[in-house]
T-cell receptor, first 113, second 112 residues
Framework: EAEVAQSPRYKITEKSQAVAFWCDPI?????LYWYRQILGQGPELLVQFQDESVVDDSQLPKDRFSAERLKGVDSTLKIQPAELGDSAMYLCASSLALEETQYFGPGTRLLVL | SQQGEEDPQALSIQEGENATMNCSYK?????LQWYRQNSGRGLVHLIL?????REKHSGRLRVTLDTSKKSSSLLITASRAADTASYFC????????????FGGGTRLMVKP
């Protein structure tokens, strides 16, 4: 069964450093989402892509976060500089189209020291 | 911000018992979805119920939706130790383009 791939699975970094996460959606899925999940809470949407275009990034802290999906397939989420409060699980999801079921990857757990 | 609130926040039951989790939300929705998350892992989609539906079944899962009360419930019957996980409701709000808003989750522990 096709799955959403994410790497790395775990990342430890020091504050003020740059980090990047990668996501490869299920083949053929046009819509891609990045979520942040703080321990003990539900996921919160950061950014949504439809193909290579950003549909919504209203919750993305744009002073330090950036996301791209240049060819409309895989995607990268970057944080620069990382802050202690960025420690969380970063989840990627994809769906065939808008209003279709979202399938989640295993996540990248980030710890900022 | 999180739209949904799950109740209870934590639930501990014995294997074989039924588990009921509730979710309340604030705005009009297209659909409501339930997800399961095992510790430290990604989310697995369980079931979707549309705003014009009142009840839906999938295996041992039963979901109800009451749009007048803006609430939903997830019932897991004949629970198993493998059902131990966190369960989240997520709402797809009207005109939100499939952007899901998740609740805080219910942590279910099923004791063998």
């Amino acid at each position: 069964e096709a799955e959403v791939a994410q790497s790395p699975r775990y990342k430890i970094t020091e504050k003020s450093q740059a980090v990047a996460f990668w996501c490869d959606p299920i083949s053929g899925h046009a819509t891609l989402y990045w979520y942040r999940q703080i321990l003990g809470q539900g996921p919160e949407l950061l950014v949504q892509f439809q193909d290579e275009s950003v549909v919504d990034d209203s919750q993305l802290p744009k002073d330090r976060f950036s996301a791209e999906r240049l060819k409309g397939v895989d995607s990268t989420l970057k944080i620069q500089p990382a802050e202690l409060g960025d420690s969380a699980m970063y989840l990627c999801a994809s769906s065939l189209a808008l209003e279709e079921t979202q399938y989640f990857g295993p996540g990248t757990r980030l710890l900022v020291l | 911000s999180q739209q949904g609130e799950e109740d209870p926040q934590a639930l501990s039951i014995q294997e074989g018992e039924n588990a009921t989790m509730n979710c309340s939300y604030k705005t009009s929705i297209n659909n409501l979805q339930w997800y399961r998350q095992n510790s430290g892992r990604g989310l697995v989609h369980l079931i979707l119920i549309r705003s014009n539906e009142r009840e839906k079944h999938s295996g041992r899962l039963r979901v109800t939706l009451d749009t007048s009360k803006k609430s939903s419930s997830l019932l897991i019957t004949a629970s198993r130790a493998a059902d131990t996980a966190s369960y989240f409701c997520a709402t797809d709000e009207n005109n939100a383009g499939n952007m899901l808003t998740f609740g805080g989750g219910t942590r279910l522990m099923v004791k063998p």
